[in-house]
């Protein structure tokens, strides 16, 4: 009897794709944390034309696959997990996803690729998703989505890819990229 698939949901940026743009994440939520005095989570939605070409042109920075794209391809390819992507990027940005997965070489990878194209809250959307779809693991490397599919409860096992601020933040499934946390995931 061959062992089962482990199902794995995988966030886009800074999971899948490398995106240096999401270290200002920090320096926003700080700002909106301890300055404006937000603790609510809740992400900008662009709705003009603008705020539309000004989040797709910081989403471009997503040009070259994350450490560890590589053992993806393989584990998939051998059916070791079944992989589903699971992007918070609204529906505008779709193009540039499926141009970045067939550039490498990853549309193949994935047995789903679900966007936000109702252009949901982020956390509220995937938190929807990884209850339907019913992951083993997700792996997310924005903390704040972290931490609210932690609160509720979302039955899936978390890892969080976290980034040069955030690396000290206390967290048991944390990861430096993807890499690392497929190593963990397929060694249990």
């Not at 040009?63 to 992007?87: C, D, M, Y």
Request: proline share 4%; charged share 25%; glycine share 4%.
């Amino acid at each position: 009897m061959s062992p089962r698939k482990i199902i794995v949901g995988f966030d886009f940026d800074g999971v899948i794709a490398y995106n240096p743009a999401r270290l200002a994440r920090f320096p926003i939520s700080f700002v909106k944390q301890h300055i404006l005095g937000i603790q609510k989570v809740s992400f900008f939605v662009p709705h003009t034309s603008l705020e539309k070409s000004l989040w797709s042109l910081a989403h471009e920075s997503s040009v070259f696959p994350a450490q560890g794209v590589s053992l993806l391809r393989r584990l998939t390819k051998e059916n070791k997990i079944e992989a589903h992507l699971v992007t918070g990027r609204f529906g505008f940005l779709e193009d540039h996803l499926l141009r970045f997965l067939n550039r490498w070489d990853l549309q193949s990878c994935f047995t789903s690729i679900t966007l936000n194209k109702k252009n949901e809250q982020p956390h509220l959307f995937k938190e929807r998703i990884v209850r339907q779809k019913r992951f083993a693991y997700f792996v997310e490397d924005n903390w704040d989505i972290v931490n609210h599919l932690v609160v509720k409860k979302v039955p899936a096992k978390i890892h969080w890819i976290y980034n040069v601020f955030d690396r000290n933040r206390v967290y048991k499934n944390k990861y430096p990229y993807v890499q690392k946390s497929l190593e963990q995931i397929i060694a249990v």
